[in-house]
């Protein structure tokens, strides 16, 4: 079945980039996502990107899809302490649920 | 707009008490979906619903019985509350489903 890895944990100095790293096993994937659930509060749809594309930019985000490697990266430039949360990366081949990692918990060192 | 509303955010139960947690959403979504959060297990789908009237398993169902009657409603019950499902758990909707989900806050429950 699918399965999506990502690591637990990572720390950042305020200012710097953030890169969160997610993998996947089903190249049959389509859509890739990236959620960020704040303390206390749901998952907020921050941005996706279609298995056709390389790269997709929104402002301090940059997200990276590798297909061949099955990897998925999220990019905050920038790094502020707003950006403090837990960030779930989700895949689906379109017409099946979304299948989620463990999330990414990003602390910013001031 | 309201978005996916999750009533209610917090609830203490004790063990063997029943409970129904109500999800409601006000975008037309046809699925929905029901998933706990737990630490360092990421979110797991308990059962989810392709549209009104349908109900199916997702990983975890065991202890969970839903009901979708109105579209905008979807509704989770635990009939004897384990300590087990002490958790946080989450509602979400979509309009497709491999689409963006829209999740509401959580329900924090806490079973003694």
């Known amino acids: 079945g699918e399965d999506v890895e990502q690591s637990l944990f990572l720390s950042v100095r305020e200012g710097d980039s953030s890169v969160i790293n997610c993998t996947y096993t089903d190249s049959s994937s389509t859509y890739l996502y990236w959620y960020k659930q704040e303390p206390g509060a749901g998952l907020q749809l921050l941005t996706y990107i279609f298995s056709n594309m390389d790269m997709k930019q929104d402002q301090r985000l940059t997200v990276l899809l590798n297909k061949k490697d099955k990897h998925l990266s999220l990019r905050i430039a920038d790094t502020q302490t707003g950006d403090s949360a837990i960030y779930f990366c989700a895949e689906t081949r379109g017409n099946e649920k979304l299948t989620f990692g463990t999330g990414t918990r990003l602390t910013i060192i001031p | 707009n309201a978005g996916v509303t999750q009533t209610p955010k917090f609830r203490v139960l004790k063990t063997g008490q029943s409970m129904t947690l109500l999800c409601a959403q006000d975008m037309n979504h046809e699925y929905m979906y029901w998933y706990r959060q737990d630490p360092g297990m990421g979110l797991r789908l308990i059962h989810y619903s392709v549209g009104e009237g349908t109900t199916a398993k997702g990983e975890v169902p065991d202890g969970y019985n839903v009901s979708r009657l109105k579209k905008q409603n979807f509704l989770l019950g635990l009939e004897s509350a384990a300590p087990s499902q002490t958790s946080v758990y989450f509602c979400?909707?979509?309009?497709?489903?491999?689409?963006?989900?829209?999740f509401g806050s959580g329900t924090r429950l806490t079973v003694v």
């Open positions: 979400a909707s979509s309009r497709l489903q491999g689409g963006g989900y829209t």
